[in-house]
């Protein structure tokens, strides 16, 4: 019922920036609470970024005060600026949507239902 298509991931220098793109399709795009995750080779899938459709945001540790979520829901878009990029985030970025109400664990993979395939961000050093 809704799809989720990434995109803007690359291949950048550690310092470097980026910004990925998370286009919704079908549904309510505005009632959604829209998440980041990321996993890298031979590890579990993890919790980047989180937005309520109130807007509020959370983060992992590991990017607080590095990365920004947003989005426009007349694009029925989620953003996911990543500056100042390590070599340790290095991973395959999900996108997810969570229909669900509150209370919702932002932080937590089965708190989702939609899920895009994934784009490939890899920072060297």
């Known amino acids: 019922q809704v799809q989720l298509a990434e995109s803007g991931g690359g291949l950048v220098q550690a310092g470097g920036s980026l910004r990925l793109s998370c286009a919704a399709s079908g549904g309510t795009f505005s009632t959604y609470t829209m998440g980041w995750f990321r996993q890298a080779p031979g590890k579990e899938r993890d919790f980047v970024a989180g937005?309520?459709?109130?807007?509020?945001?959370y983060y992992a540790d590991s990017v607080k005060g590095r990365f920004t979520i947003s989005r426009d829901n007349a694009k029925s878009t989620v953003y996911l600026q990543m500056n100042s990029l390590k070599p340790d985030d290095t991973a395959v970025y999900y996108c997810?949507?969570?229909?669900?109400?509150?209370?919702?664990?932002?932080?937590?993979?089965?708190?989702?239902?939609?899920w895009g395939q994934g784009t490939q961000v890899t920072v060297s050093s």
């Open positions: 937005i309520r459709s109130s807007g509020f945001t």
């Open positions: 997810a949507a969570s229909t669900r109400g509150w209370p919702l664990l932002l932080n937590r993979l089965n708190q989702y239902d939609y």
